[in-house]
């Protein structure tokens, strides 16, 4: 008889932390599935169709059989339009062979820390910020450093905070301008500050053209010592379609590509003929859409206010706002699912976000000013029977 061996799960795997953004969707998605009515204002994810013309050259790439590998950097035409997109809204001069397009901006970041980050070396990140940041660094076994960043500051980098926390293993500085999940902006001179620190940065760009006051900067404009994420999924209501790219400084080039060639091997064939598309006829429709978006951020942030959990900084980009509901509690996770239980409104717990962002919830405002609405109804009834 063979010796039976047990299976082993890595610890990397035991011990990465859910994304709770999700944890409360498919759970609202447990409770729809009984019959019961929820309003979504927990996942960032446009409730636009793509626009027709994007949809229409995905189709008419398939039949034209545009369906085999491209090259690992991506098509030259799709960066080629990349490269006149940041020229055209940034006025910056890039090369095609900078960029290497990913099938979503997550990969593009796993390649960024896989070609940066030796065991232990560390990653300076605001908290709150993205959830997925710090995981996916410790899963490449980087150590992600958090640097706290305050609403009565404007959730932005204190510089001389940044210093402090600055050491012989640090990588990279990171920065997403719009924010998720606080909506913030940093103005040309925050980015300007930060690049002059003399550190490669890496810059989170895709809420860039969600902004309702002011102007996105891209870290470009200030440094080319750094790496820069973007793509079409927010900007382009593409989601689905996991669609993103990279831009890097040319020595970092080869590295990233060999990274991509043997664990992804290029992004989906058609879709990228898409973007194509998406980068030359589609200006119109993110107007459009970025208008609605701030249609309905200016209606959150007044029912917010009226409520009693507005922050003291308006969010100004991506489409998201932090309710700061510390006056209630100290534990924003058993509210989150308290308010999904009682009051049928699906938010995320600031916890997600850090340990910064506890006594927040998250709201996202990418869905029907209906839906809004009626959330905001229910959570103004749900406080209301926590402050009686």
């Known amino acids: ?75 030259l035409e799709l960066r080629e339009e990349i490269v006149n997109y940041y020229h055209r809204k940034y006025h910056l001069k890039i090369s095609p062979e900078q960029i290497i397009v990913t099938s979503g901006t997550s990969p ?52 001389n905070l940044i210093k402090k926390y600055i050491t012989s293993r640090t990588k990279l500085i990171m920065v997403n301008s719009p924010a998720n999940p606080t909506g913030m902006i940093y103005s040309k001179e925050d980015l300007a500050a930060i690049a002059n620190l003399g550190y490669y940065t890496l810059s989170d760009e895709i809420y860039h053209g969600l902004v309702y006051k002011g102007k996105e900067h891209s870290m470009l404009e200030f440094t080319d010592r750094t790496f820069i994420l973007n793509g079409f999924s927010k900007r382009y209501a593409m989601t689905g379609w996991r669609l993103g790219y990279l831009i890097a400084p040319p020595e970092y080039i080869r590295p990233l590509q060999k990274i991509q060639q043997n664990f992804f091997i290029c992004a989906n064939s058609f879709i990228q003929t898409a973007g194509i598309v998406a980068l030359k006829e589609c200006d119109e429709e993110v107007t459009n859409m970025a208008e609605i978006y701030n249609q309905r951020r200016i209606y959150l942030l007044k029912r917010l206010q009226e409520i009693g959990i507005a922050c003291k900084v308006e969010p100004t980009g991506a489409f998201y706002a932090l309710a700061n509901v510390k006056k209630y509690t100290n534990n924003s996770f058993q509210m989150a699912f308290d308010i999904l239980e009682k009051a049928r409104v699906a938010v995320t717990p600031g916890i997600d976000f850090g340990k910064n962002a506890e006594g927040y919830l998250r709201i996202s405002y990418a869905t029907s000013l209906e839906n809004i609405k009626e959330g905001l109804n229910r959570l103004e009834k749900y406080f209301q029977n926590c402050r009686a």
């Not at 994304?19 to 969707?25: E, R, S, T």
């Not at 759970?27 to 013309?53: R, W, Y």
């Not at 940041?133 to 305050?150: A, D, E, Q, S």
């Open 1 to 75: 008889m063979t010796q039976r061996h047990d299976f082993q799960i890595t610890e990397k795997a035991n011990s990465i932390k859910p994304f709770l953004a999700m944890d409360v969707m498919e759970k609202a998605q447990q409770q729809e599935k009984s019959g019961l009515n929820i309003i979504h204002l927990e996942v960032g994810e446009p409730d636009f169709d793509t626009p027709p013309v994007i949809k229409n050259a995905a189709i008419e790439a398939i039949r034209d059989d545009d369906t085999h590998y491209t090259n690992s950097m991506g098509k």
């Open 108 to 159: 593009a970041m796993y390649l960024i820390f896989a070609a940066t980050l030796e065991h232990g070396d560390e990653i300076i990140l605001s908290d709150p910020h993205y959830a997925c940041y710090p995981k996916m660094i410790k899963f490449l076994g980087g150590k992600p450093i958090f640097v706290p960043v305050y609403e009565e500051e404007d959730f932005k980098y204190d510089l």
